[in-house]
């Protein structure tokens, strides 16, 4: 059975009630790669926890894979995919552009996704019936990306550039000398401005499936899309670019196979 996107709203409780009190006060921080920093927290844990819980009360035959958990049942018709702080760099640092992202996979496709930011109080979401907002508990309204943006007047951001290696780095430069503005940032955030219509191209290498699966139902029932850079499916991350049009897509992807 599907759920409805009242369910996501008590998901995004439960996690904020893990996070907001572990946010900009001195907690430790674990890194998760010898030889580099892959930082992960309580708060990463605790809620976590308390989405793996809440799911498991209701939905006891879905499957769930956790950035901080792991898999369980992963074979199963419905799989929760969830991100408890995509962007922990920006949460230790006190910045409120991470967010808990959750997304939820039928036979392997995106059918709901979250993206909630606590601190701020914005909510993003959806299901098969749209793309909505909601701000400090409020109404939901209905969201949509920004059409008719071509690529040389679109705005674009990128996470930092430092993520992408070797030809990946010159391909987002390119892109990049093509759009009419850059920034660098916000992770997770980035994509709810694009469902929002404030954003027209978001764009990350090396994306793990639990930093897209929130993501994708948002940006596909506000009238945008999220691809790879092949133009094929998103759903288990890797290199991926997101476009608030079907046209602009089209213009960005050229831009990326032209410098492959």
């Not at 552009?97 to 995106?110: E, F």
């Not at 996470?159 to 850059?182: G, N």
Request: hydrophobic fraction near 40%.
């Amino acid at each position: 059975m599907l759920p409805d996107l009242d369910f996501l709203d008590e998901l995004a409780d439960a996690s904020a009630r893990e996070t907001m009190p572990r946010f900009r006060v001195n907690i430790g921080i674990d890194n998760k790669i010898a030889g580099d920093f892959d930082p992960v927290t309580e708060a990463d844990r605790a809620a976590e926890r308390a989405i793996r819980d809440l799911i498991g009360q209701r939905f006891p035959e879905h499957g769930i894979i956790g950035e901080e958990y792991g898999v369980d049942r992963a074979d199963s018709e419905f799989v929760w995919v969830i991100d408890p702080v995509d962007g922990t760099r920006a949460f230790i640092s006190g910045l409120p552009t991470w967010g808990t992202l959750i997304g939820l996979y039928r036979n392997g496709l995106a059918v709901m996704g979250l993206v909630d930011q606590p601190f701020t109080g914005e909510r993003f979401m959806a299901g098969p019936d749209g793309a909505f907002s909601r701000f400090r508990g409020g109404e939901r309204q209905k969201i949509a990306t920004r059409q008719s943006v071509r690529l040389d007047t679109a705005i674009m951001m990128t996470t930092s550039p430092w993520l992408y290696k070797d030809k990946d780095f010159e391909i987002l430069r390119d892109l990049e000398s093509s759009v009419k503005l850059s920034r660098y940032g916000c992770d997770c955030y980035a994509f709810a401005m694009l469902a929002a219509g404030h954003v027209d191209i978001c764009i990350e290498a090396g994306l793990q499936v639990y930093d897209i699966a929130g993501l994708i139902a948002p940006i596909e029932q506000a009238g945008g899309i999220v691809t790879n850079w092949d133009g094929g499916r998103p759903e288990q991350g890797g290199n991926i670019i997101a476009c608030g049009s079907r046209e602009l897509h089209v213009e960005a992807l050229e831009r990326i196979n032209r410098k492959r």
